[in-house]
């Protein structure tokens, strides 16, 4: 095996993108709560049961552009280079996704992405199904945190040294931080990133086979800051490029607050 997806999965893929991508032109030109499954299936060319069978909510239909991100903060922690610490790996993948204007991080001014945008966070609804996305993004790097503070080489991942690419720089307002980023203090149990646990709310109960114990809730805890301080970051620099900036305009504020909120979260305020 070269480990290519099959051609079965390549086309079960292009399904699942099919199907999503006539469910949002439908939702961008008419509204969420306007469109029914049925015309959704319809206008994707497939059976209501055939839609079901690859989206079990019709809210699922426009996040699935979400799903290829649900484990990217995991992928990132297990692929860094061996003398970067979780932390440095995350905070250099999102100034990374900043410089490129990843519309994840929330500076992209696209005009399509800024359509789903609105779709996204004026829908109650969708802003509640993607809840369930970001609890699975937190288990999925809880995970990964657990395993990395138990690899032989995690001593050596210092977690309060900058990434080289992202120098540290004067802190911006306090706005800018996470504001769940302060709260009671995580134990003596040793963190994930390299130092002590960070505070603030765990990612879900731990399920069958799940490691459990201090060490395994310090994971937990900080994967919960980790996913918060990404999500703020890219609201707050949504807000402001749909108030009428420029992703260009935002941008210099956005690596400021970045930086910030990554020094913050490396200091376990």
Not at 79 to 84: F, G, V
Not at 103 to 118: K, M
Not at 160 to 175: F, K, L, R, W
Not at 248 to 259: F, I, K, L, N, R
Request: with cysteine.
């Amino acid at each position: 095996m070269d480990g290519q997806p099959s051609l079965r999965e390549r086309k079960k893929q292009r399904t699942y993108q099919a199907i999503s991508d006539a469910a949002i032109a439908l939702f961008l030109e008419q509204g969420f709560d306007q469109v029914s499954v049925a015309e959704i299936a319809a206008a994707a060319m497939v059976s209501k049961p055939t839609l079901f069978r690859y989206f079990p909510t019709k809210e699922d239909l426009a996040l699935y552009r979400f799903a290829d991100h649900e484990a990217e903060a995991s992928r990132v922690v297990r692929d860094r280079a061996p003398e970067q610490s979780p932390l440095q790996a995350l905070h250099a993948h999102f100034r990374a996704g900043l410089d490129r204007r990843d519309p994840v991080t929330g500076l992209c001014d696209d005009s399509e992405v800024l359509a789903f945008h609105r779709l996204l966070y004026g829908t109650p609804s969708l802003v509640a199904r993607l809840y369930a996305y970001t609890t699975r993004s937190e288990e999925a790097l809880a995970r990964t945190l657990y395993e990395a503070a138990h690899a032989p080489e995690a001593a050596l991942h210092p977690a309060d040294t900058p990434p080289a690419e992202a120098p540290p720089v004067e802190a911006p307002p306090a706005e800018a931080a996470p504001a769940d980023a302060h709260g009671p203090g995580a134990g003596t149990a040793p963190g994930p990133l390299g130092g002590p646990g960070l505070p603030g709310a765990g990612a879900g109960l731990p399920g069958p086979g799940e490691p459990t114990g201090l060490e395994a809730l310090t994971a937990r805890l900080t994967a919960s800051q980790v996913i918060a301080a990404q999500r703020i970051l890219a609201l707050d620099n949504w807000r402001r490029i749909a108030d009428g900036e420029s992703a260009d305009e935002v941008y210099p504020s956005a690596v400021t607050a970045a930086d910030h909120a990554f020094s913050v979260l490396g200091s376990h305020l």
